[in-house]
């Protein structure tokens, strides 16, 4: 048995250490929103957050996550409350981003994980950090904006929580 806490909750899981954590998340736990594209880590589609990181969970065997934190597109907006959306959900509704869907849940946590690390990045910072995240559809401008736009929801959500008014 290993244990995993995915998207806060501890889970118990029974199988192979060298098994990718892709597919730990999608059949042992059932949890399908990172997303198979690949198997080599190429694409993004399958990117989870790692102790806050942005990782390639097809090509990550499970025991590498053994007793670590793991959060999936399901868990991104956890913390807010129930039923809530993360910033960058927010941002990509309101910038139209998705068209197929299939790429978007790693587009997302890749985002995430960027605006965590610079509040407030360049169009060159979040080119850098969403490369190797494909999109078949192209939609790589909205997702910038998108990005820009989440960037300024978290600086509103954070100035709300302090009590001020934004």
């Known amino acids: 048995m290993i244990s995993l806490r995915v998207n806060g909750k501890w889970r118990d899981v029974d199988a192979s250490?060298?098994?990718?954590?892709?597919?730990v998340l999608r059949e042992d736990l059932d949890i399908t929103g990172p997303k198979f594209g690949c198997g080599v880590a190429a694409c993004g589609a399958c990117t989870v957050h790692i102790?806050?990181?942005a990782v390639r969970s097809c090509s990550l065997p499970l025991s590498a996550a053994a007793g670590k934190s793991i959060v999936t597109i399901e868990g991104?907006?956890?913390d807010l409350g129930e039923g809530q959306l993360h910033p960058v959900q927010?941002?990509?509704?309101?910038?139209?981003?998705?068209?197929?869907g299939y790429c978007q849940s790693g587009q997302i946590m890749?985002?995430?994980?960027?605006?965590?690390?610079?509040?407030?990045?360049?169009?060159?910072?979040?080119?850098a950090a969403m490369t190797g995240n494909l999109c078949r559809c192209g939609?790589?401008?909205?997702?910038?904006?998108?990005?820009?736009?989440?960037?300024?929801?978290?600086?509103?959500?954070?100035?709300?929580?302090?009590?001020?008014?934004?």
Do not use: F, M, S
Request: negative net charge; contains cysteine; proline residues 4%.
């Open 90 to 100: 927010r941002a990509w509704i309101e910038a139209d981003v998705v068209q197929c």
């Open 139 to 166: 939609t790589y401008q909205r997702i910038r904006t998108a990005v820009h736009r989440a960037a300024e929801l978290l600086v509103a959500d954070n100035t709300a929580e302090a009590g001020h008014v934004a």
């Open 76 to 78: 991104l907006g956890e």
């Open 17 to 23: 250490d060298d098994k990718p954590l892709l597919w």
């Open 51 to 53: 102790d806050g990181e």
């Open 110 to 127: 890749a985002a995430a994980a960027l605006l965590a690390q610079k509040p407030k990045p360049t169009d060159a910072e979040i080119d």
